[in-house]
């Protein structure tokens, strides 16, 4: 019993020595010049504090937005004492994986390892950017708030990386001036070691026309740390803040305690008429297609549709149609349909085209075309 | 024996102290006032001399159910300070959001100055976000800036994704604590030291050094991987640190927070070793093919002989080490004017710094500095 209890207490001692610190940058990408979206690069700095020891550090790419590589690609690396490590455009130049997102774990023995990144765009402007920490687990929570959070002149998309090894669901409320207001809410499934980005978070819920610059996230799971950021995004020159979640507390139970005002209908599901002619309308790279065929389809006038519109992969944007009464909204990945009705009249006669409005790949801004005849 | 047995009864004992001691702190950590401070904060109006810059602040409650009493404090360190440090108290309401655009001027009544906020509560349930920004030449461009809470100000912080030539980099440092501090900036690129700055910061102040490559006389280095490690004198002073390092082109910075270093090991005093250098067909040897080496500690000598021509050396400033324009073979059929007088030799001593250790130095022939350059190492 002893010599268990002596082994246990060296077990213990030995493991605060050696166990291995997972630094994540949670948001890392590589979208070169000449795609359709804007290019985008993640410059990342890894430093070794030590005076006297080396350190080996194994870099795991954790895509989860573009055209990912069907295994996690890794590096491996000893940083010598005081050195630090130049990985520009790391995504692309170290992962081999162009035209991507997502996240990288950084894992070592030890805790001398920092990790510091700037992603950034060089147009419409060479170049802005923000900074991106690397973020120990510690910085991961259940519930986190996002502040400091804006849109109308600005733009924001939230970001959420899982980097457990079981999936979750994690909810993000939107909230406006003093925390009375909830704008939407949008809950979202996340794989092991996997995350997501929803661009334009405003638009996401609905409530696009909304001017402000006090808005605030909570998100929260159903029990995994994630970590959670928003990039808040001024629309004039395009440059960036990270905003990294803070923990928040869990709200209690049962009813909001603050006035909240029933969200706008984002995701209508509104009674269809009798005669309602149901018609899926789906995205993915790179391609709308109507019920299941190509990126074009025939409406009658006077004819009542249901259009049911979801992404079969990353998120995407419809950019609506607001001739024929269709609103913006963003498909994202995993989410519900959206519906929306339409009943063309006389006047809409011809084709109406639209394309993808939310930055999803190399081959963003594909298009489709709803064409209304007599 | 003694080990074995001290050990299983040591660690219980000290599960048990542990556990006490969170349930006696538990109740009471509700009751501790935290302190956030946004270590950079700034309002330089449109149409003073210098690019109008502002921050932007929001103050949260994280609280379902209680409302938050918040007070702060502008300590500000540059530009036109008001004679007493500004403050105001408020309350938020559970889950609210408070806004101050351009807080030092519309809060604090201090235009064209710059400094750090505190924001000080019961709890810690407040949290603190910023941005500072730009209007010219285009707008906006900015930084995220967080509230950082105590345990993020250190003795050693290292500052990394340093640049220069295409960007250029401001450190800051700021001091939270009610006594002074003596802090030294290095600043370095791969394992070069490239220069250091030391500046004394009154209780509650602070500092930022603009272009601090060109400020330790490397103005026309360019990099992207430079680091500064920031140290205060004692190991029980502690300040926030940061850097914006900012695109040239377009005035976007990016807001770099300071994170925990270590402090340069130090050891025991090593003996004293003196090292000899020659001088000849534009190479220092040791020095320019290899390093000359040198142990952090001890005391070093280095003696510089000529095998042939006239040659400097640059001395390292960094060091301490004094350079000299007259080492001279003085041999016969010298072209490079020896000959007729006495070979003239150089040393001198010195001892490299624990904090040195590591790092590679550069230096050069004051004759040929373009062809003659070399490096020494501390170890």
Excluded at chain 2, 289 to 304: D, R
Aim: aromatic share 8%; proline share 7%.
């Amino acid at each position: 019993m002893k010599k268990l209890t002596l082994f246990l207490c060296a077990f213990v001692f030995l493991s605060a020595f050696l166990a291995g610190e997972t630094v994540t940058l949670p948001a890392v990408t590589s979208l070169p010049v000449g795609a359709a979206a804007s290019p985008f690069f993640s410059d990342v700095r890894v430093f070794n504090t030590s005076y006297t020891s080396s350190v080996s550090v194994t870099a795991v790419y954790r895509c989860f937005l573009g055209t990912c590589p069907s295994a996690a690609p890794q590096v491996a690396f000893a940083l010598a004492p005081r050195e630090s490590r130049a990985f520009d455009d790391m995504v692309f130049a170290a992962f081999n994986a162009p035209s991507s997102a997502g996240a990288v774990e950084f894992t070592s023995s030890g805790t001398s390892v920092r990790v510091t990144s700037r992603l950034y765009s060089t147009a419409p402007i060479p170049t802005v950017g923000m900074f991106i920490p690397g973020l120990r687990s510690s910085d991961a929570h259940t519930t986190a708030v996002l502040t400091s959070i804006a849109n109308g002149a600005f733009r924001t998309n939230i970001g959420l990386y899982n980097g457990n090894d079981v999936g979750t669901v994690a909810t993000i409320k939107l909230f406006n001036g003093s925390g009375s207001a909830l704008l939407g809410v949008q809950t979202v499934p996340l794989g092991p070691r996997s995350g997501t980005q929803i661009n334009r978070i405003f638009d996401a819920v609905g409530q696009g026309a909304v001017s402000t610059t006090n808005a605030y996230a909570v998100v929260e799971s159903d029990g995994a740390a994630l970590f959670t950021y928003a990039a808040v995004i001024d629309n004039a020159t395009t440059d960036p803040i990270f905003v990294p979640g803070a923990e928040d507390q869990r709200g209690p139970a049962g009813p909001v305690v603050t006035a909240t005002p029933a969200p706008p209908a984002a995701t209508p599901t509104p009674t269809p008429a009798p005669s309602a002619i149901t018609v899926t309308l789906t995205a993915q790279q790179f391609r709308w297609s109507f019920n299941g065929g190509g990126n074009t389809f025939t409406m009658q006038v006077g004819q009542t549709y249901e259009v049911h519109m979801r992404s079969l992969d990353v998120t995407h944007g419809f950019p609506g149609l607001p001739e024929l009464g269709m609103a913006q909204r963003a498909l994202l990945s995993g989410a519900a349909e959206i519906v929306q009705i339409v009943q063309p009249t006389a006047a809409q006669v011809g084709n109406h085209v639209f394309a993808c409005d939310i930055e999803c790949g190399v081959g963003h801004g594909f298009a489709g075309t709803i064409s209304v005849a007599q | 024996m003694q080990v074995r047995g001290t050990c299983p009864r040591d660690f219980s004992r000290g599960i048990l102290r542990a556990a006490a001691l969170a349930l006696l702190l538990a109740p009471s950590l509700s009751l501790f006032a935290e302190t956030l401070t946004i270590p950079a904060v700034t309002s330089l109006p449109v149409g003073t001399a210098a690019s109008p810059f502002f921050s932007d602040v929001r103050v949260f409650n994280t609280s379902y159910t209680s409302p938050a009493s918040v007070t702060a404090v502008y300590r500000c360190f540059l530009g036109t300070c008001p004679a007493v440090a500004p403050q105001v108290t408020f309350t938020l309401s559970p889950r609210e959001s408070r806004a101050f655009d351009d807080m030092v001027f519309a809060t604090f009544n201090a235009p064209s100055s710059a400094g750090a906020v505190e924001l000080t509560s019961s709890g810690s349930n407040i949290r603190v976000t910023s941005r500072l920004y730009s209007t010219v030449p285009m707008p906006t461009v900015g930084m995220f800036i967080p509230g950082l809470r105590n345990s993020e100000a250190h003795s050693v912080s290292v500052l990394t994704s340093l640049s220069n030539g295409a960007f250029r980099t401001n450190v800051g440092i700021y001091n939270g604590e009610d006594s002074g501090v003596v802090v030294t900036i290095r600043l370095f690129n791969g394992t070069t030291q490239l220069g250091s700055q030391a500046v004394t910061l009154g209780p509650h102040s602070g500092t930022q050094i603009n272009r601090i490559f060109d400020v330790v006389g490397q103005a026309g280095l360019t990099t992207t991987n430079a680091y500064a490690v920031v140290e205060t004198n004692s190991p029980n002073a502690e300040v926030f640190s940061y850097a914006a390092v900012i695109d040239n082109t377009t005035t976007d910075p990016i807001f770099v927070t300071g994170a925990e270093d270590e402090r340069a090991p130090i050891g025991p005093a090593p003996s004293a070793q003196t090292i000899n250098v020659s001088l000849s067909n534009y190479a220092f040897t040791p020095g320019s093919s290899n390093p000359i080496q040198v142990t952090a500690g001890a005391a070093t000598t280095l003696f510089f002989e000529s095998a042939a021509g006239s040659h400097g050396f640059s001395g390292i400033s960094q060091l301490g080490i004094a350079g000299s324009n007259n080492i001279s073979a003085g041999t016969d059929g010298d072209p490079y004017g020896g000959g007729g007088h006495a070979p003239t030799t150089y040393q001198v001593a010195f001892t490299a710094p624990a904090s040195a250790r590591g790092q590679t130095f550069e230096f050069w022939c004051t004759i040929h500095p373009t062809l003659m350059r070399g490096t020494l190492h501390v170890n």
